[in-house]
Nanobody, 123 residues
Framework: QVQLVESGGGLVQAGGSLRLSCAASGRTVSIYTMAWFRQPLGKEREFVAAINYRGGLADYPDSVTGRFTISRDNAKATVYLQMNSLKPEDTAVYYC????????????????WGQGTQVTVST
């Protein structure tokens, strides 16, 4: 079993930055792919970023390319999402996810999920 706990969400003005963290525990998460998804209110959960255990990155969606960066610290079993130049459309609940094996971009490919952290970007 893997437990994931997100932190770092909050309220920020447009153009600002936030860094989300996801602390993992349980099985050998250092060899798991870690990912971030987000779910705006009333919409589907969407892929944001993923990183495999070697540090290899999946392509970011166009909506966050150049603004968001995923990274991980295997020694701390933690994955981060640095979000810069935030826009009101980035407002969502952000979820951390994990899966054994390589990164995939679809929600159902991830076995483990955190509870989510709210990010709100004001104009």
């Amino acid at each position: 079993q893997v437990q994931l706990v997100e932190s770092g969400g909050g309220l920020v003005q447009a153009g600002g930055s936030l860094r989300l963290s996801c602390a993992a525990s349980g099985r050998t998460v250092s060899i798991y792919t870690m990912a971030w998804f987000r779910q705006p209110l009333g919409k589907e959960r969407e892929f944001v970023a993923a990183i495999n255990y070697r540090g290899g990155l999946a392509d970011y969606p166009d909506s966050v390319t150049g603004r968001f960066t995923i990274s991980r610290d295997n020694a701390k079993a933690t994955v981060y999402l640095q979000m810069n130049s935030l826009k009101p459309e980035d407002t969502a609940v952000y979820y951390c996810a994990a899966r054994p094996g390589e990164a995939v971009l679809y929600r159902t490919g991830y076995r483990y999920w955190g509870q989510g952290t709210q990010v709100t970007v004001s104009t």
